[in-house]
Protein backbone atom coordinates (compact mmCIF):
# COMPACT_ATOMS: atom_id res chain seq x y z
CA UNK A 1 0.00 0.00 0.00
CA UNK A 2 1.72 2.92 -1.43
CA UNK A 3 0.97 6.37 1.15
CA UNK A 4 1.90 9.64 -0.43
CA UNK A 5 1.19 10.94 3.83
CA UNK A 6 2.64 8.94 7.35
CA UNK A 7 -0.08 9.22 8.62
CA UNK A 8 0.75 7.77 12.03
CA UNK A 9 -1.37 9.16 14.59
CA UNK A 10 -4.16 11.21 13.44
CA UNK A 11 -4.68 13.71 14.99
CA UNK A 12 -5.48 17.80 15.18
CA UNK A 13 -8.81 19.18 13.27
CA UNK A 14 -9.93 17.54 9.94
CA UNK A 15 -12.88 19.56 8.69
CA UNK A 16 -15.51 18.58 6.69
CA UNK A 17 -16.16 20.90 3.77
CA UNK A 18 -18.91 21.77 2.84
CA UNK A 19 -20.08 22.11 -1.10
CA UNK A 20 -20.99 25.53 -2.30
CA UNK A 21 -23.36 25.36 -5.32
CA UNK A 22 -24.28 28.19 -7.88
CA UNK A 23 -27.98 28.89 -9.05
CA UNK A 24 -27.98 26.11 -11.27
CA UNK A 25 -26.93 23.50 -8.69
CA UNK A 26 -23.28 22.92 -10.40
CA UNK A 27 -20.12 22.97 -7.98
CA UNK A 28 -19.11 26.68 -7.12
CA UNK A 29 -15.20 25.64 -7.77
CA UNK A 30 -14.05 28.87 -7.53
CA UNK A 31 -16.02 29.45 -3.62
CA UNK A 32 -14.58 25.86 -3.03
CA UNK A 33 -10.78 26.75 -3.88
CA UNK A 34 -11.65 30.04 -1.18
CA UNK A 35 -13.08 27.23 1.26
CA UNK A 36 -9.67 25.16 1.38
CA UNK A 37 -7.19 27.35 1.16
CA UNK A 38 -9.04 29.04 4.17
CA UNK A 39 -8.53 26.27 6.03
CA UNK A 40 -4.87 25.68 4.68
CA UNK A 41 -4.09 29.15 6.08
CA UNK A 42 -5.57 28.68 9.49
CA UNK A 43 -3.48 25.33 9.94
CA UNK A 44 -5.62 22.64 9.64
CA UNK A 45 -4.19 18.78 9.34
CA UNK A 46 -6.06 17.89 6.55
CA UNK A 47 -9.95 18.46 5.33
CA UNK A 48 -12.34 15.56 4.56
CA UNK A 49 -15.75 15.23 2.23
CA UNK A 50 -18.18 13.27 4.11
CA UNK A 51 -21.86 13.60 4.60
CA UNK A 52 -22.05 17.04 5.75
CA UNK A 53 -19.99 17.52 2.04
CA UNK A 54 -23.76 16.67 1.03
CA UNK A 55 -22.11 14.01 -1.22
CA UNK A 56 -25.42 12.13 -1.32
CA UNK A 57 -26.75 15.29 -3.45
CA UNK A 58 -23.96 14.63 -6.27
CA UNK A 59 -23.57 12.59 -9.13
CA UNK A 60 -20.42 9.52 -8.69
CA UNK A 61 -19.19 12.17 -11.26
CA UNK A 62 -19.16 15.39 -9.39
CA UNK A 63 -18.47 13.71 -5.99
CA UNK A 64 -15.32 12.53 -8.29
CA UNK A 65 -14.68 15.98 -9.65
CA UNK A 66 -15.18 17.75 -6.13
CA UNK A 67 -12.26 15.38 -4.83
CA UNK A 68 -9.90 15.59 -7.74
CA UNK A 69 -10.12 19.56 -7.32
CA UNK A 70 -9.68 19.75 -3.64
CA UNK A 71 -6.19 17.61 -4.48
CA UNK A 72 -5.18 20.10 -7.05
CA UNK A 73 -6.02 23.00 -4.49
CA UNK A 74 -3.94 21.33 -1.29
CA UNK A 75 -0.78 20.36 -4.08
CA UNK A 76 0.51 18.20 -1.19
CA UNK A 77 0.26 20.51 1.44
CA UNK A 78 -2.36 19.09 3.95
CA UNK A 79 -3.96 15.45 3.27
CA UNK A 80 -7.58 15.03 1.56
CA UNK A 81 -10.19 12.13 3.09
CA UNK A 82 -12.00 11.05 0.57
CA UNK A 83 -15.64 9.45 1.39
CA UNK A 84 -16.62 6.14 0.67
CA UNK A 85 -20.53 4.59 1.36
CA UNK A 86 -20.11 0.45 2.16
CA UNK A 87 -23.23 -1.67 1.63
CA UNK A 88 -21.37 -4.36 0.54
CA UNK A 89 -18.04 -5.33 0.25
CA UNK A 90 -17.56 -5.12 -3.76
CA UNK A 91 -19.73 -1.65 -3.68
CA UNK A 92 -17.78 -0.23 -0.37
CA UNK A 93 -13.89 -1.15 -1.92
CA UNK A 94 -15.09 0.14 -6.03
CA UNK A 95 -15.97 3.53 -4.00
CA UNK A 96 -12.97 3.59 -2.53
CA UNK A 97 -10.88 2.77 -5.68
CA UNK A 98 -13.00 6.13 -7.34
CA UNK A 99 -12.17 8.24 -4.50
CA UNK A 100 -7.81 6.72 -4.75
CA UNK A 101 -7.88 7.97 -8.84
CA UNK A 102 -9.72 11.09 -7.70
CA UNK A 103 -6.16 11.40 -5.83
CA UNK A 104 -7.44 10.72 -2.39
CA UNK A 105 -4.72 10.08 -0.03
CA UNK A 106 -7.33 8.06 2.83
CA UNK A 107 -10.85 7.51 2.94
CA UNK A 108 -14.07 7.81 5.49
CA UNK A 109 -15.73 4.74 5.29
CA UNK A 110 -19.79 4.54 6.04
CA UNK A 111 -21.41 1.13 6.29
CA UNK A 112 -24.69 1.49 5.65
CA UNK A 113 -27.91 -0.98 5.53
CA UNK A 114 -26.23 -3.46 7.52
CA UNK A 115 -27.97 -3.38 10.50
CA UNK A 116 -28.63 -7.39 10.66
CA UNK A 117 -25.21 -7.76 10.75
CA UNK A 118 -23.46 -9.32 13.87
CA UNK A 119 -19.84 -7.69 14.73
CA UNK A 120 -17.75 -10.56 13.59
CA UNK A 121 -19.53 -10.28 10.25
CA UNK A 122 -19.33 -6.87 10.35
CA UNK A 123 -15.91 -7.02 11.08
CA UNK A 124 -15.01 -8.91 8.68
CA UNK A 125 -16.64 -7.11 5.82
CA UNK A 126 -15.17 -3.94 6.71
CA UNK A 127 -11.57 -5.20 6.48
CA UNK A 128 -12.28 -6.99 3.64
CA UNK A 129 -13.32 -3.92 1.65
CA UNK A 130 -10.56 -1.89 3.13
CA UNK A 131 -8.02 -4.47 1.59
CA UNK A 132 -9.23 -4.38 -1.83
CA UNK A 133 -9.74 -0.89 -1.41
CA UNK A 134 -6.25 -0.25 -1.38
CA UNK A 135 -6.57 3.00 0.35
CA UNK A 136 -5.91 3.69 4.25
CA UNK A 137 -9.27 3.63 5.88
CA UNK A 138 -11.05 5.66 8.57
CA UNK A 139 -14.59 3.68 9.60
CA UNK A 140 -17.52 5.84 10.83
CA UNK A 141 -19.41 4.90 13.59
CA UNK A 142 -22.46 6.77 12.99
CA UNK A 143 -25.41 4.35 13.70
CA UNK A 144 -28.02 7.40 14.18
CA UNK A 145 -27.86 7.69 10.70
CA UNK A 146 -27.05 4.48 9.24
CA UNK A 147 -28.70 2.08 11.55
CA UNK A 148 -25.40 0.15 11.63
CA UNK A 149 -24.11 -0.44 15.36
CA UNK A 150 -20.51 -0.93 15.30
CA UNK A 151 -19.18 -1.65 19.13
CA UNK A 152 -16.23 -0.58 20.42
CA UNK A 153 -14.72 -3.73 20.98
CA UNK A 154 -14.98 -3.46 17.14
CA UNK A 155 -14.12 -0.71 16.67
CA UNK A 156 -10.79 -1.46 18.70
CA UNK A 157 -10.60 -4.80 17.04
CA UNK A 158 -10.36 -3.00 13.68
CA UNK A 159 -7.81 -0.23 14.66
CA UNK A 160 -5.63 -3.70 15.14
CA UNK A 161 -5.39 -3.95 11.26
CA UNK A 162 -3.10 -1.61 9.60
CA UNK A 163 -5.56 -0.70 6.89
CA UNK A 164 -7.49 0.86 9.52
CA UNK A 165 -5.74 4.10 10.38
CA UNK A 166 -8.43 5.57 12.55
CA UNK A 167 -12.58 5.53 13.46
CA UNK A 168 -14.69 8.35 13.76
CA UNK A 169 -16.57 7.93 16.39
CA UNK A 170 -19.71 10.21 16.61
CA UNK A 171 -22.45 7.65 17.76
CA UNK A 172 -24.60 9.23 20.48
CA UNK A 173 -23.08 9.45 24.24
CA UNK A 174 -19.65 9.39 21.97
CA UNK A 175 -17.31 10.55 24.76
CA UNK A 176 -18.04 7.57 26.53
CA UNK A 177 -17.69 5.13 23.71
CA UNK A 178 -14.61 6.67 23.15
CA UNK A 179 -13.50 6.20 26.66
CA UNK A 180 -14.09 2.38 25.99
CA UNK A 181 -12.12 2.15 22.63
CA UNK A 182 -9.55 3.64 24.34
CA UNK A 183 -9.84 0.69 27.27
CA UNK A 184 -9.77 -2.11 24.83
CA UNK A 185 -6.89 -0.33 23.07
CA UNK A 186 -4.71 -0.88 26.06
CA UNK A 187 -1.04 0.28 25.01
CA UNK A 188 -1.74 -0.55 21.45
CA UNK A 189 -1.80 2.33 19.03
CA UNK A 190 -4.65 3.23 17.36
CA UNK A 191 -5.97 7.10 16.35
CA UNK A 192 -9.75 7.82 17.70
CA UNK A 193 -11.53 10.89 15.67
CA UNK A 194 -14.67 12.83 16.70
CA UNK A 195 -17.05 14.11 14.52
CA UNK A 196 -21.05 14.79 14.71
CA UNK A 197 -20.07 18.83 14.37
CA UNK A 198 -17.49 19.10 16.97
CA UNK A 199 -20.39 19.51 19.41
CA UNK A 200 -18.71 17.28 22.15
CA UNK A 201 -15.22 18.09 21.66
CA UNK A 202 -13.84 19.33 24.55
CA UNK A 203 -14.84 16.08 26.35
CA UNK A 204 -14.31 13.74 23.53
CA UNK A 205 -10.67 15.33 23.54
CA UNK A 206 -10.55 14.70 27.66
CA UNK A 207 -11.23 10.58 27.30
CA UNK A 208 -8.95 10.12 24.65
CA UNK A 209 -10.42 11.37 21.04
CA UNK A 210 -6.42 12.26 19.01
CA UNK A 211 -8.95 14.31 16.51
CA UNK A 212 -12.33 15.92 15.39
CA UNK A 213 -13.64 15.95 12.02
CA UNK A 214 -16.18 19.39 12.75
CA UNK A 215 -17.48 21.54 9.96
CA UNK A 216 -15.10 24.41 8.04
CA UNK A 217 -16.21 27.51 9.54
CA UNK A 218 -14.80 27.97 12.65
CA UNK A 219 -11.59 25.09 12.89
CA UNK A 220 -9.72 27.90 14.89
CA UNK A 221 -11.89 27.23 18.06
CA UNK A 222 -11.57 23.38 17.64
CA UNK A 223 -7.50 24.08 17.66
CA UNK A 224 -7.19 26.24 20.12
CA UNK A 225 -9.31 23.85 22.77
CA UNK A 226 -6.98 20.50 21.97
CA UNK A 227 -3.86 22.99 22.32
CA UNK A 228 -4.73 24.01 25.92
CA UNK A 229 -6.02 20.87 26.87
CA UNK A 230 -2.59 19.28 25.64
CA UNK A 231 -0.79 22.22 27.80
CA UNK A 232 -2.71 21.51 30.37
CA UNK A 233 -4.72 24.73 30.66
CA UNK A 234 -8.05 22.86 31.24
CA UNK A 235 -10.13 25.83 32.74
CA UNK A 236 -9.01 27.79 29.69
CA UNK A 237 -10.12 25.30 27.30
CA UNK A 238 -13.45 24.65 28.70
CA UNK A 239 -14.61 28.29 28.74
CA UNK A 240 -13.13 28.71 25.26
CA UNK A 241 -15.11 25.75 24.36
CA UNK A 242 -18.17 27.10 26.24
CA UNK A 243 -18.07 30.36 24.52
CA UNK A 244 -18.68 28.66 21.10
CA UNK A 245 -21.37 25.74 22.53
CA UNK A 246 -24.53 28.10 21.38
CA UNK A 247 -23.39 28.30 17.96
CA UNK A 248 -22.30 24.57 17.79
CA UNK A 249 -25.83 23.52 19.25
CA UNK A 250 -27.95 25.61 16.63
CA UNK A 251 -26.76 23.43 13.91
CA UNK A 252 -27.86 19.98 15.78
CA UNK A 253 -31.37 20.70 14.88
CA UNK A 254 -30.97 18.84 11.48
CA UNK A 255 -28.32 18.50 8.77
CA UNK A 256 -29.39 21.12 6.95
CA UNK A 257 -29.33 23.74 9.68
CA UNK A 258 -26.20 22.43 10.20
CA UNK A 259 -24.98 23.08 7.00
CA UNK A 260 -26.47 26.30 6.66
CA UNK A 261 -25.19 27.53 9.74
CA UNK A 262 -21.73 26.66 8.13
CA UNK A 263 -21.96 28.60 5.40
CA UNK A 264 -23.74 31.51 6.79
CA UNK A 265 -20.45 31.79 9.05
CA UNK A 266 -18.25 30.92 6.04
CA UNK A 267 -20.10 33.89 4.44
CA UNK A 268 -19.97 36.59 7.27
CA UNK A 269 -16.18 35.08 7.24
CA UNK A 270 -15.54 36.41 3.78
CA UNK A 271 -14.54 33.02 2.46
CA UNK A 272 -17.78 32.14 0.44
CA UNK A 273 -20.64 34.16 -1.33
CA UNK A 274 -23.63 32.02 -1.12
CA UNK A 275 -25.37 29.89 1.39
CA UNK A 276 -27.06 27.37 -1.11
CA UNK A 277 -27.46 24.10 -0.26
CA UNK A 278 -27.72 21.35 -2.69
CA UNK A 279 -31.34 20.20 -3.67
CA UNK A 280 -33.90 18.73 -2.95
CA UNK A 281 -33.00 20.18 1.04
CA UNK A 282 -35.14 20.52 4.07
CA UNK A 283 -36.69 24.40 4.37
CA UNK A 284 -34.69 26.64 6.08
CA UNK A 285 -36.32 28.39 9.22
CA UNK A 286 -36.54 31.88 8.37
CA UNK A 287 -35.28 33.33 11.37
CA UNK A 288 -32.18 31.32 11.72
CA UNK A 289 -29.88 34.10 10.05
CA UNK A 290 -31.06 36.14 13.15
CA UNK A 291 -30.58 33.61 15.69
CA UNK A 292 -27.17 33.33 13.86
CA UNK A 293 -26.37 37.14 13.56
CA UNK A 294 -27.40 37.47 16.82
CA UNK A 295 -25.13 34.74 18.20
CA UNK A 296 -22.18 36.25 16.19
CA UNK A 297 -22.93 39.83 17.89
CA UNK A 298 -23.96 39.01 21.27
CA UNK A 299 -20.62 36.59 22.01
CA UNK A 300 -18.25 38.73 19.69
CA UNK A 301 -17.53 35.17 17.87
CA UNK A 302 -16.25 36.79 14.68
CA UNK A 303 -13.44 38.25 16.74
CA UNK A 304 -13.55 35.22 19.08
CA UNK A 305 -12.60 32.76 16.58
CA UNK A 306 -9.49 35.21 15.26
CA UNK A 307 -8.51 35.50 19.20
CA UNK A 308 -8.59 31.38 18.99
CA UNK A 309 -6.49 31.32 15.64
CA UNK A 310 -3.43 33.37 17.53
CA UNK A 311 -3.84 30.82 20.35
CA UNK A 312 -3.70 27.93 18.29
CA UNK A 313 -0.70 29.87 16.19
CA UNK A 314 1.61 30.34 19.17
Known amino acids: ?31 LSSQVEFLIDRGVTGVALGFGSEVPRLSTEDAEALMRHVVSVTGGRIYVMGNAEMTSVRGGSAAIRRMEQA ?3 LVLLRPNNLEWAEQDALFETILETAVCGGLPVVVQDAPQHTGVRITAETLARLLGEKEIVAVKVEAP ?22 GAGGVDWLHELQRGADGTMPGPAYPEVFQ ?33 TFLFVQKYVLLRRGVMQSTRLGRPHRPIDPRLIHEIDELLEVLELLKFFDDCHIIASA
Open 224 to 256: AVHLLSMQGHRSEAAKRFARALPLLVLGTRDLD
Open 1 to 31: MTRKHDFGTLNGVIPVLVTPFEDSGEVDLSQ
Open 103 to 105: GAD
Open 173 to 194: GSAAKISTVRSRLGAAAGSVLA
